[in-house]
């Protein structure tokens, strides 16, 4: 998992710096809502239509297609590489053609702005050919994170921040011809729509380097993708509850003051920094291991795989969670606090952070046992609880908004992921015999993790007088610190599957 971990880390960092310099530039305004919502509604059919499909069916499918040998690989793969492509661009143009009735999806509540929402319409349309590029990124992923390439992969899409920081810092710079402020959010979103392209092209050299070539074939004969990537349509949904769970929320802050989908969006993305860094690549990972295991018929190896995975996953998210919620505003401010973003943007973005961040060691179990299900072939039990966990984002989400504003729409999807964990392990204490009780170092880590958060608490208030920073600089990594120190003197064996056996 190091590989993965390690390319995440440079591209959420990479990330980070996109983010912040946008909103320095843009506000946390009318403008950057309309971009965020645009953005959300190609996010939701990227994870849906493209990596949703191709993690849930792909990988497993691609695993027994090579115990058969190179040439059922490469048919199956140009089978998928076509169904991948030709849906992805019909999705795409369907986008553009039909910007306005998709926009409402994402953006109901601009409706009485007309220009509002016209320019929510233009950058989803302007956005929608990178749903196609990075589709293509999608499986050219999945094929390689099944040959066990991840570092690549997990490395390839910071071509999109790259892309997105050059233009803003040229914009900055004077570089590039003067442009109002709509102009400028519209030629952010054809930079990044571009940078899909980019992202793809770096990952042909690796992908033909393992021997798959780009053919377009008849998808429904032979070895066919396209009865399996159908299939994979519950499953797509499933795996991207994030997205889509995001999304409501999207739809519920479009009708709050200006400012809160961009808080929404800011806050996500701080949470989903140890989401996709730890308990997204420990699903990723372990994916093709379990799949292979459940072919094999190995379950003993199989509950091995998925208690390691799990362990891993709740041994970060747990004090995460807790050092987000108790530096969500120092942190906030020392990221986003510059150029046109205000104080006031701050405390409603860290206010959403806050409550966010309270689901986190929910979105890491829920990561891995989706993922757990489907390789076991179970893809019924996904569907319904993650159906019934957005059922109850949706109406919590209604109960909260209006006395919390953005950060009770948060507080619903914690609340929500919270009853889907304790529906996924249920599940999986019937399917595979995994107990949280029994197979996860539960209290240990609880102190620890309460430790790191009473130490970033007392130098988020000894050093307040320096500045968001400071407090930054020193709060979180402290935490960190403490955090592991007290494992390892606790003596938490599962320690080694963070730190590799390092610490």
Request: hydrophobic letters at 60%; a positive charge; glycine letters at 6%.
């Amino acid at each position: 998992m190091a590989g993965m971990t390690a390319a995440n880390l440079v591209t959420k960092a990479l990330g980070y710096v996109r983010d912040a310099l946008l909103v320095a530039v843009f506000g946390a305004g009318a403008l950057a809502d309309a971009y965020y919502a645009a953005f959300r509604l190609v996010n939701v059919f990227r994870r849906t239509a493209g990596e949703g499909a191709l993690n849930a069916v792909f990988i497993p499918r691609l695993e027994k297609e090579k115990l058969a040998g190179p040439a059922a690989a490469q048919a199956f793969f140009s089978s998928a590489w076509t169904v991948v492509f030709a849906l992805s661009a019909a999705l795409a143009a369907c986008g553009i053609l039909f910007r306005e009735q998709f926009t409402l999806l994402t953006a109901w509540g601009f409706r009485g702005d007309r220009e509002q929402f016209a320019l929510t319409a233009l950058l989803a349309a302007v956005l929608m050919p990178h749903l196609l590029f990075v589709n293509v990124s999608a499986l050219f992923t999945a094929a390689l994170n099944s040959a066990r390439r991840f570092f690549l992969p997990g490395l390839a899409p910071a071509a999109f921040s790259l892309s997105v920081v050059a233009l803003l810092l040229a914009f900055r710079a004077g570089l590039l011809p003067a442009l109002d402020p709509r102009g400028m959010i519209i030629a952010v979103a054809a930079v990044a729509s571009a940078s899909g392209l980019i992202q793809a092209a770096l990952l042909l050299p690796a992908l033909f380097r393992e021997g798959y070539r780009l053919k377009f074939s008849n998808p429904f004969s032979g070895l066919s993708a396209a009865p399996a990537l159908l299939a994979a349509a519950p499953a797509a949904v499933t795996l991207a509850q994030d997205q889509v769970s995001l999304l409501i929320n999207t739809l519920y802050a479009s009708f709050l003051p200006a400012g809160a989908i961009t808080a929404i969006y800011n806050s996500a993305r701080l949470v989903q920094f140890p989401v996709s860094l730890f308990a997204a690549a420990a699903a990723a990972v372990s994916l093709p291991e379990l799949a292979g295991r459940s072919a094999a018929g190995d379950m003993a190896g199989f509950r091995a795989r998925l208690k390691d995975a799990m362990a891993a996953s709740w041994l970060i998210m747990l004090p995460a969670a807790a050092g987000i919620a108790v530096t969500a505003l120092p942190v906030c401010r020392a990221l986003f606090e510059h150029g046109r973003f205000s104080p006031q943007d701050s405390l409603v973005t860290a206010d959403a952070l806050f409550w966010l961040a309270a689901g986190l060691p929910a979105y890491g179990f829920n990561k891995v046992a989706a993922s757990s299900l489907y390789a076991l072939g179970r893809p019924k039990a996904p569907l319904a609880i993650v159906s019934g966990q957005l059922a109850l984002n949706a109406l919590l989400c209604l109960a909260f908004m209006g006395s919390m504003g953005a950060g009770g729409l948060m507080l619903a999807t914690s609340l929500s992921s919270w009853a889907a964990a304790l529906a996924f392990l249920a599940e999986l204490n019937r399917r595979a015999g995994f107990s949280p009780l029994a197979d996860l170092p539960l209290l240990r880590p609880a102190l620890a993790a309460a430790a790191s958060a009473l130490a970033a608490l007392l130098l988020r208030e000894a050093l307040a007088p320096y500045g968001p920073l400071a407090v930054t600089a020193a709060a979180v990594p402290a935490a960190v610190a403490v955090y592991f120190l007290l494992l390892k003197l606790l003596r938490v064996e599962e320690l080694r599957l963070v730190t590799g056996g390092r610490f």
